[in-house]
């Protein structure tokens, strides 16, 4: 395999670019201290390219991402666009990429530092060690199901307001066996352990989703543990007890909500990366987009007050899922760990009384400096 990369960076709204600009500084160290040729290419999305296009993710910027090895996804959205026209909200330019490259799997990791332990809002001995792994269905589920829409209930005079709002969970078998099957892979590398979460007592997609999760564990992966879990439960059992977990598998809107719930586990949504990995590609490497948990923050967008760790440690994902390179996404992860260890901080990682912060900047020259010492 070359050591030649393409790479489309899409930095989006708010702090997207205030966290991708850190990005850059590691991507160039690597090219720099580790032999990584890195063909980058930079393109807008979301608010960014409404402004520009009128519309969140222009059909040039669509082929450029599907032609490209990885995307690396800042942020979409904020208040400034919340009143659009759906159809070209923010958030649309994000979706399209997910859909259209087919990345069916979301990789949601949750691992909490040793150092940041205590600063979790759990207790030190719920979250330390912690090394759970969500994979999200990305592509499919409500948030694409059809019909859809906000329409009138003209016939119905009992309903004050007179409109109705659809949204459709509609999964099929094949898309529940692909990613069911990317968890059981996973797991394997992992420690083999499997929970499924779903809503089966009370949604015939959750009964399906159930049914064929089984399904692939029972003909094509019997030795990995699976077990099976009502997400609300998933929910309560993620903050009581996070350990029981290894890897979990969800649909695509139990997904979004329990990683962002997952991210408090590890002290911050600043901290929490994810993959969405498609199908492979004629070169043998997935499709694949890698973008932070958490949004635009608008509340603190401009101030370089953003943490930008997720974005980092996605770009070490992608060192690990698109490019093959484990041992160099091994040492981003402990450049990242070293800076904490040595209580390097950015405000959503501070006590009111902590001490001083560092800004977002100051924070990308740390783990340079941290890639220097142990590279
Ligand atoms: P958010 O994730 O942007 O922010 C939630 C809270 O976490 C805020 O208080 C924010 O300051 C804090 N936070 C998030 N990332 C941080 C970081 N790196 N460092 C420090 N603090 C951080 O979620 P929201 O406020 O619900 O949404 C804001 C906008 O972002 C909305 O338009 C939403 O649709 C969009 N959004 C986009 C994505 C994405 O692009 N993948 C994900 C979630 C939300
Ligand atoms: C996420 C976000 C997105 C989602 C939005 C911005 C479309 O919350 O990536 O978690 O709901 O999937
Ligand atoms: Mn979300």
């Known amino acids: 395999m070359s050591d030649r990369f393409s790479l489309l960076i899409l930095p989006g709204d708010g702090i997207g670019p205030e966290v991708m600009a850190e990005v850059r500084k590691v991507i160039a160290w690597f090219g720099k ?40 996804l800042g942020a979409v959205g904020g208040p ?14 994000l979706l399209r990429l997910r859909k259209e490259m087919d990345l069916y799997a979301n990789l949601r990791p949750a691992q909490c530092f040793d150092a940041l332990a205590d600063f979790s809002s759990l207790k030190r001995e719920v979250v330390a ?17 059809e019909p859809r829409g906000i329409h009138s209930d003209d016939n119905n005079p009992d309903n004050e307001g007179g409109r109705v709002g659809i949204n459709t969970q509609r999964y099929t078998s094949g898309e529940i066996r692909r990613v069911a099957r990317s968890a059981f892979e996973l797991a394997r590398k992992r420690k083999n352990r499997v929970c499924s979460m779903e809503k089966a007592n009370v949604m015939e997609s959750g009964i399906l989703w159930r049914e064929e999760v089984q399904w692939v564990h029972d003909n094509e992966y019997p030795d990995v543990e699976l077990s099976h879990m009502y997400a609300d439960n998933g929910a309560m059992q993620l ?44 070169n043998g490497r997935p499709k694949a987009l890698y973008e932070p948990v958490h949004g635009s923050a608008p509340d603190i967008a401009g101030q370089g007050r953003a943490n930008p760790i997720a974005c980092i440690l996605s770009f070490a994902m992608a ?9 160099d996404a091994d040492l981003l992860e402990r450049a990242v760990e070293k ?17 001083t912060p560092v800004g977002t900047s100051e924070m990308g020259d740390h783990i340079v400096a941290a890639l220097d010492q142990l590279g």
């Open 339 to 355: 800076v904490l260890a040595d209580g390097v901080r950015t405000a959503d990682l501070m006590a009111a009384d902590g001490g």
């Open 319 to 327: 060192l690990r899922y698109s490019f093959d390179r484990g041992e």
């Open 239 to 282: 903050v009581r007890r996070p350990s029981q977990f290894d890897v979990i598998v969800t649909d695509n809107l139990f997904g979004d909500i329990l990683s962002d719930a997952a991210a408090m586990l590890t002290g911050s949504l600043g901290m929490l990366p994810s993959a969405s990995l498609g199908a492979p590609m004629a």
């Open 80 to 93: 400034a666009y919340d009143n659009l026209d759906f159809a070209v909200k923010p958030e649309r330019g």
């Open 129 to 145: 060690g912690l090394d759970i792994l969500i994979v999200r269905e990305l592509t499919s589920g409500i948030y694409f199901g």
């Open 33 to 72: 201290r580790r032999g990584l040729l890195f063909d980058v290419d930079e393109d807008l999305v979301g608010g960014a390219a409404y402004d520009a296009h009128g519309t969140p993710l222009s059909d040039a910027t669509m082929a450029r991402a599907q032609s490209v090895d990885a995307v690396l």
